[in-house]
């Protein structure tokens, strides 16, 4: 498989910054696979099951299989049917965020848009089941994190879809800039308040369904203050990226809850594990007891420790962020010795999977994060300088 669009979404931090026009080729490529479809008939490893290969507005989940029509064909992936998938299209709506954000390209802006409209009101569609503006989990692996099950609304994926509803809402507001492709300024302003509207009403779900006092409960179906809640060493994922592209502390959490759940990550799933000296693991239990559910909340994945080292750094904690992210590299690198074949995770036993992974990329957002906090002014809501180039399809 090839441009896995749920790992790009971590790696792409390389690619934005080192040569931004490729990584928006690849954006304007995943939107035009987004918005067509492929009714070819596709046998699924899970169940058995039997569907089309990807359904219309269903963002895939990889592009450029070698073994098919690489320039053709999707979702060589087949272990579960993606279009069911929760994390691709909201993952989906924050890269096309970004990488307008970061390079002020108006074109790009133009082109996406619709797309990420017609994704976002699909998303509501299928997968928003009480209204209250976030899309739930289906009790089944449907995430990247394909071993392990949520049910309902989830830390992970609301907060990726909270951040997503975020970045629509931003874009939007810049509508009425444009009257060519994308029509007036009286047609898109009614769009732009509902979707405002919506963002409200997620948020405050969000925080009162999963808002635990220091950390988000995995998933909604965790009684509160539960002792034996899993906390999810990526539940900020959503709002990593939200920040990373500029937008401010208080986007969709209070800066106290994001600053809190910081602090319990820092606490449970890094330092309690061998003295912090091989990184945060995926998943512990609020008690401190090791959270075996599945093969991956036992595991270590790179790209999420260099992800919350980024963030530490973006919120002030900067030797923590270094420390975390140091510990994962001296373990791969120097305990493991892989340096040229970084792994996607490993575990306490020394075991490791995936060799030459790409999500690692996301050390890249380390970067973005030092240049973000030499800024007096990151934690505002000013934009981020625009990338020096312009590109266009």
Request: aromatic residues 12%.
């Amino acid at each position: 498989m090839f441009n896995t669009y749920d790992v790009h979404f971590n790696a792409s931090w390389a690619l934005i910054q080192l040569w931004p026009k490729i990584e928006m080729a690849m954006l304007y490529d995943l939107a035009d696979m987004t918005a067509s479809e492929d009714t070819t008939s596709v046998v699924f490893m899970y169940k058995g099951m039997k569907r089309q290969r990807n359904a219309q507005l269903s963002v895939p989940h990889d592009l450029g299989d070698p073994e098919d029509e690489p320039w053709v064909n999707v979702n060589a992936y087949i272990m579960y049917p993606t279009d069911d998938w929760k994390d691709l299209s909201p993952k989906f709506l924050l890269m096309a965020w970004r990488d307008w954000k970061l390079t002020g390209d108006t074109a790009f802006l133009q082109y996406v848009l619709p797309i990420c409209l017609a994704v976002a009101r699909s998303c509501l569609e299928k997968w928003d089941t009480d209204g209250d503006g976030i899309i739930e989990n289906s009790n089944f692996p449907d995430q990247t994190y394909d071993m392990w099950k949520a049910k309902d609304l989830s830390a992970y994926v609301g907060g990726l879809w909270i951040a997503a509803l975020y970045a629509v809402s931003d874009m939007l507001s810049h509508a009425k800039d444009f009257n060519s492709r994308m029509g007036s300024i009286s047609k898109w302003a009614p769009i732009d308040d509902n979707f405002s509207s919506l963002l409200k009403r997620a948020k405050d779900a969000y925080r009162r369904e999963l808002w635990d006092g220091k950390f988000y409960r995995y998933d909604s179906t965790v009684k509160p203050n539960s002792r034996s809640s899993a906390v999810m060493a990526d539940q900020l994922s959503g709002y990593w990226f939200l920040r990373m592209g500029g937008a401010p502390i208080d986007a969709i959490m209070p800066a106290e809850s994001s600053n809190e759940t910081l602090k319990t990550i820092v606490k449970l799933n890094w330092l309690s594990i061998q003295n912090g000296h091989i990184g945060a693991i995926n998943s512990i239990l609020s008690n401190g007891k090791a959270d075996n559910d599945n093969m991956q909340t036992e595991e270590f994945w790179v790209a999420v420790n260099y992800s919350i080292g980024g963030l530490l750094i973006l919120h002030g904690m900067r030797s923590e962020g270094f420390r975390l992210a140091g510990a994962c590299f001296d373990h791969v690198c120097n305990k493991m010795g892989l340096h040229f074949q970084t792994p996607e995770a490993y575990t306490k036993d020394g075991t490791y999977r995936s060799l030459g992974y790409m999500r690692p990329l996301a050390i890249w957002s380390i970067q973005r994060a030092l240049e973000m906090a030499s800024t007096p002014s990151h934690h505002h809501s000013s934009p981020p300088s625009p990338l020096p180039i312009t590109a266009s399809k």
